[in-house]
């Protein structure tokens, strides 16, 4: 249902791009986006878009990243930019509606120079 691509090792200041591609009816009627949960901390949102475009994010990230839709691809994006140590941590992409939630595998993210 999610197929999660992107995230890596990159350096303090750096960018990358995560992709969660999401079948049909996911992308058309859930929310999607992205959790993350470093090492020894809880899972914490990151980002999310509604099926109606609408977008939230967590406050230490807000200026910084990014979360788009694309229709065509039904692909949501997390553009990651000026990244930072603390941005280390496993990224999960989810699909959510009411009470059915759905998850993708998780793919790294390290920054560290």
């Known amino acids: 249902q999610l197929v999660e691509s992107g995230g890596g090792l990159v350096q303090p200041g750096g960018s990358l791009n995560l992709s969660c591609k999401a079948s049909?009816?996911?992308?058309?009627?859930?929310?999607v986006g992205w959790y993350r949960q470093a090492p020894g901390k809880q899972r914490e949102l990151v980002a999310a878009?509604?099926?109606?475009?609408?977008?939230i994010s967590d406050d230490s990230v807000k200026g910084r990243f990014t979360i788009s839709a694309d229709k065509p691809s039904t692909t949501v994006n997390l553009q990651m930019n000026r990244l930072k140590p603390d941005d280390t941590a496993v990224y999960y992409c989810?699909?959510?509606?009411?009470?059915?939630?759905?998850w993708g595998q998780g793919t790294q993210v390290t920054v560290s120079s």
């Open positions: 878009i509604t099926a109606s475009g609408d977008t």
């Open positions: 989810f699909a959510r509606l009411v009470q059915h939630v759905f």
């Open positions: 049909q009816d996911l992308f058309s009627l859930y929310t």
